[in-house]
């Protein structure tokens, strides 16, 4: 075999907890290190170490991400109250997701992996829709009152100038629901320059939707503000070949579900919310998802969508072999890969994850997949159910057939 691909920037490696952390090992055993030199700056972001660094490890990733510019993250445990007993941990500390996310300003980016044996339940989709959830305010920093009596509600803002704004909400002529929400323009900003970088980067349209019939002014922002972000990018959409797109949200809607698929959707924080489960649930499976974040900048940090797989963990402590599905997080290194090999021009690094995400997807066509993608595929008769090491060993014949 040839020699192994040299790298030149490290990619930052976010290690992770329970059943993906023992998946990340063997993909990176049998799928990776054989094939490349692999320059890495390791965090180890296994709960346990998260608890020794007082979750100082986080930040450390988040910050090294800034500074070299892509990561792979492995899925990490969210603590709760049970986790804290189990893991004897020093407080709860918070989601590692959104500590990176909130460092590095980021916008999420979900795209199914689609295999031809799998049929979405939208017929007309060919190809992946990925959706982008703008993660900042709206109904999720909201402030509500429930009142037991009519009255006035006002909505009332004081400037750090002292000026202040006051409008009449609703005159109310008997107990109600009130709600306040907020966002703000420096976040909608970078959710549309990353929207556009991620755009111009999957070389994929864009489709933004809101209700600014309804809503002119907070909705009107986001449009306008997309609208003059998007100025800044156009000649790089005309050059690339691809739009942006903008329409009212159930217009949107419509649009999606009758579309062939293959383009980004940008969503407001609860549509995203909503339409990810939809879009998700509708092209097949949770460990078929990728997840990308990006940040204004252009920094990239890259995992599956799914998490720990704390059920199927449980089972291998017993000693169990379980089928539990790399596939994401195979492409959450590929993914990785192939962007540090884009920023650092080394074509054979691109082109060996393109050849390690069509080795697996060329084994699940051949009929070997892990149980959660034969309940969902085609049976011709050629399924063979295989543990997550059987899986992986099928894919690395397969990526050797290939390089
Ligand atoms: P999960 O790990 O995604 O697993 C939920 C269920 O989905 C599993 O029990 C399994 O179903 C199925 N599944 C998910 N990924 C699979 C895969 N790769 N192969 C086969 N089946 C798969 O979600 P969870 O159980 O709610 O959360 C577990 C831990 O992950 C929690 O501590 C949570 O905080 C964390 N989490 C982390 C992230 C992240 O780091 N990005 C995201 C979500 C959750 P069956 O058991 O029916 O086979
Ligand atoms: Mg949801």
């Not at 003059?228 to 329409?247: L, N, P, Q, S």
Request: glycine letters at 6%.
């Amino acid at each position: 075999m040839a020699d192994k691909i040299l790298m030149k920037t490290p990619l930052v490696e976010m290690d992770g907890d329970e059943m993906t952390r023992i998946l990340w090992q063997m993909i990176k055993d049998e799928l990776i290190l054989p094939f490349v030199d692999l320059k890495t700056e390791y965090y180890d972001l296994g709960l346990k170490h998260r608890d020794e660094t007082r979750d100082q490890v986080t930040i450390d990733s988040a910050e090294a991400t800034k500074k070299y510019g892509v990561a792979v993250k492995c899925a990490t445990i969210t603590p709760n109250v049970q986790r804290m007993s189990e893991y004897d941990l020093h407080e709860m500390w918070k989601s590692p997701n959104g500590t990176i996310r909130a460092i590095l300003d980021g916008t999420v980016f979900r795209t199914p992996i689609t295999v031809s044996r799998i049929h979405p339940a939208v017929r007309s989709w060919e190809k992946p829709i990925t959706i982008a959830r703008h993660a900042y305010g709206d109904v999720y920093k909201n402030t509500e009152i429930r009142t037991t009596e009519g009255g006035t509600a006002e909505l009332v803002f004081t400037g750090d100038s002292g000026a202040v704004t006051r409008q009449i909400v609703q005159k109310l002529d008997g107990p109600g629901v009130l709600q306040g929400m907020h966002n703000k323009e420096a976040s909608i900003r970078s959710f549309a320059h990353s929207c556009f970088q991620f755009a111009l980067s999957q070389k994929q349209d864009l489709w933004f939707g809101t209700k600014d019939t309804i809503s002119k002014i907070y909705d009107g922002a986001f449009k306008e503000i997309m609208a003059e972000v998007f100025e800044e990018y156009k000649d790089r959409f005309d050059a690339a070949g691809i739009e942006y797109f903008y329409t009212l949200i159930d217009d949107a809607v419509a649009r999606v579900i009758r579309s062939k698929g293959g383009f980004i959707w940008a969503c407001k924080n609860y549509d995203g919310d909503v339409m990810s489960d939809m879009v998700s649930t509708a092209f097949g499976s949770l460990a078929m998802m990728t997840s990308v974040l990006v940040s204004p900048d252009g920094i990239y940090e890259y995992e599956a969508a799914h998490g720990t797989v704390t059920r199927h963990y449980y089972r291998y402590l017993q000693g169990e072999q379980t089928s539990t599905n790399p596939v994401a997080t195979i492409f959450a290194w590929t993914g990785a890969l192939r962007k540090r090999g884009e920023l650092d021009d080394i074509q054979d690094l691109v082109t060996f994850a393109d050849k390690l995400e069509k080795a697996c997807l060329d084994t699940i066509e051949s009929g070997i997949m892990t149980k959660d993608l034969a309940l969902l595929a085609d049976d011709d008769g050629t399924i063979q159910v295989v543990n997550s090491v059987e899986f992986l060993k099928a894919i690395r014949r397969c990526l050797e057939a290939l390089l």
